[in-house]
């Protein structure tokens, strides 16, 4: 059985940083896509960051330059690290995994989502 827990959520202040981790059980994510999604109240989820095959990484234009997504092998765990966030970054961010071909960004070809964590920006 595969399980992502994500952790690291919480009230932030702008231009705090923050670091969220996913904790993957029963899939290697050095084997995987492994991408970060957020959803914000009454919007579609969207692709945040992805990462793939030796470390190639993909973000989304909206957090390109702030945000780094990263794994650990060895503790077979994927991060989020978000600097100079902003209120338009609130949203519950989810962890999710995938094959190594095929679209780093469209949810639906994903197949192994966490619970997600919710992360606040506000004054």
């Known amino acids: 059985q595969v399980t992502l827990v994500e952790s690291g959520g919480r009230w932030v202040r702008p231009g705090d940083s923050l670091k969220l981790s996913c904790a993957a059980s029963?899939?290697?994510?050095?084997?995987?896509?492994m991408g970060w999604f957020r959803q914000a109240p009454g919007k579609e989820r969207e692709f945040v960051a992805a990462?793939?095959?030796?470390?190639?990484?993909y973000y989304a234009e909206s957090v390109k330059g702030r945000f780094t997504i990263s794994r650990d092998n060895a503790k077979n765990t994927v991060y989020l690290q978000m600097n100079s966030l902003k209120p338009e970054d609130t949203a519950v961010y989810y962890c999710?995994?995938?094959?190594?071909?095929?679209?780093?960004?469209?949810?639906?070809?994903?197949?192994?989502w966490g619970q997600g964590t919710q992360v606040t920006v506000s004054a």
């Open positions: 029963g899939r290697t994510v050095s084997s995987s896509t």
């Open positions: 999710a995994a995938r094959g190594l071909s095929g679209s780093y960004y469209s949810v639906t070809e994903y197949d192994c």
């Open positions: 990462i793939r095959g030796f470390g190639i990484t």
